[in-house]
């Protein structure tokens, strides 16, 4: 059976650190567990929808992703991805946890609908500015943030949104530098 793609490409700048990373010394040049750092990307977000049927001659309209672009814009774009197990968080970010030292849930606003928290507004308004700037940039996921899980993060918030629509999501390529890419291809 005959089979139809279409891609669009997002971007966007974001920052993470992950936390867990560890090398092989036999194939790594060094030992230098650069991405443990707090660091930044440019990330290029390529998303590919398939279809057998086209309707009115497309896959689906490509203005159909707008709202991945608005997604990305305001989710992604200038934010810093931490993942919410990362034990950096607590010194990071100390409003976010009890005096026993716990995260304390009640304190994130949760999107379950795209699978991120960020913290609530209240917890930080009553802080100085540019204490309230930086929590606003940060948002909060459930997985280390390296390129392959960001695929397939973005490859569940596509996927979820399209099937709405009878639109099967192929697969979500996510660059976090012109020289990297992660690929993440749904069954």
């Not at 990305?72 to 030292?101: A, C, M, R, T, W």
């Not at 304190?107 to 930086?134: A, D, G, H, R």
């Not at 899980?149 to 660059?175: H, P, Q, R």
Request: aromatic share 14%; charged share 25%.
């Amino acid at each position: 059976m005959s089979k139809w793609e279409i891609t669009k490409s997002f971007s966007g700048c974001y920052g993470h650190r992950v936390w867990n990373q560890q090398l092989n010394s036999e194939y790594s040049i060094d030992n230098k567990l650069v991405c443990r750092h707090l660091h930044g990307h440019e990330a290029l977000i390529n998303v590919t929808l398939e279809g057998e049927i086209l309707e009115k001659g497309m896959v689906t309209d490509f203005k159909h992703l707008g709202w991945f672009k608005k997604f990305v814009d305001e989710v992604i774009d200038h934010k810093f991805i931490f993942d919410l197990n990362d034990p950096l968080l607590k010194y990071e970010i100390p409003i976010l946890f009890s005096e026993q030292g716990n995260l304390d849930s009640i304190k994130l606003q949760i999107n379950n609908q795209l699978y991120y928290s960020t913290i609530k507004p209240e917890v930080f308004e009553s802080l100085s500015k540019p204490l309230q700037e930086k929590y606003e940039g940060f948002i909060f996921v459930t997985f280390v943030p390296t390129s392959e899980n960001l695929a397939k993060w973005c490859f569940d918030v596509v996927n979820d949104k399209m099937k709405l629509i009878g639109v099967k999501t192929k697969s979500v390529e996510f660059y976090e530098t012109p020289k990297s890419r992660s690929l993440y291809i749904g069954e």
